[in-house]
């Protein structure tokens, strides 16, 4: 079955399919941000600011990231590199952009960093679900041949369909770190689980990929994969084990 990449067109400009589910992705994002920043003790009218401002500048991420990966295409053609309408984005581009404006900002604002963070991540994870469905439309980040029932036609050839795989992921990971946001033991927890867990299924999905990004022999979003999750988990045990020492001392202090 195929579907036009074009969902309508308006005074001869094409609307795709791809940019209205990476916008949806991003409006429902910010609505859950802004209905969960009470929990996080932080003014829901902040993050609308927030917002507001960081996604522009991960979207610039997103393209700033695959033309310096691509650089020998792009090299000396401004004209290329601003053509987003042609695709090329990379969404470790984006997070990276993300999370660097949004800890810049929390620093401005006086909100905690990783309070904040934790508060935006699962609001993330929600957008790629939805924003992944861009690339069916746009018949890319797919995989190899396989004849798997859930296999989708590409040109004649039934392959992986890698942008599902990552968005049902997406979309789990959403509902596990929004209950675990609610059981937090300690700020960054949800921020460092994402990083985690978005790593682990990125790494092992990429394997089936046939369109990545490389360095050398190795594919990018693999290596920065990698790097996160070792990265993220060394994180992660050192601050759930200070975190329970904490509250061991003060469960001790309270039978003094």
């Known amino acids: 079955m195929e579907f036009d990449p074009v969902a309508f067109t308006v005074i001869g400009l094409d609307i ?27 003014e829901p009218e902040k993050m609308v600011d927030l917002v507001l401002i960081v996604i522009p500048l991960a979207v610039i991420g997103t393209r700033l990231y695959y033309v310096l990966a691509n650089w020998d295409y792009y090299q000396g053609d401004i004209g290329r590199i601003m053509d987003f309408r042609s695709g090329g984005l990379a969404i ?62 590409i040109d004649g050839v039934m392959v992986h369909p890698t942008f599902l795989y990552e968005s049902v992921w997406c979309l789990l990971l959403f509902l596990i770190l929004s209950y675990l946001d609610r059981r937090r033991l300690f700020e960054g927890q949800i921020f460092l689980l994402y990083g985690i867990l978005y790593s682990f299924e990125r790494f092992f999905v990429e394997w089936l990929r046939t369109d990545s990004l490389m360095i050398g022999q190795l594919k990018t979003a693999q290596l920065v994969s990698g790097i996160v999750f070792v990265t993220f988990l060394i994180a992660y045990c050192i601050m759930r084990r200070a975190a329970k020492q904490r509250a061991n001392m003060f469960t001790n202090r309270r039978y003094l």
């Open 16 to 42: 795709r399919w791809y940019g209205i589910l990476i916008a949806s992705g991003m409006l429902l994002a910010m609505l859950v941000i802004y209905s969960r920043a009470p929990r996080h003790g932080i």
């Open 92 to 153: 470790h581009g984006g997070l990276i952009t993300g999370i660097l404006a949004a800890v810049i900002l929390s620093r401005a604002w006086h909100i905690g960093t990783l309070n904040l963070l934790d508060l935006g991540m699962p609001a993330v994870a929600l957008a790629q679900s939805i924003g992944r469905w861009g690339n069916f439309f746009n018949k890319e980040a797919y995989g190899t041949p396989t004849d798997l029932p859930w296999a989708i036609n």
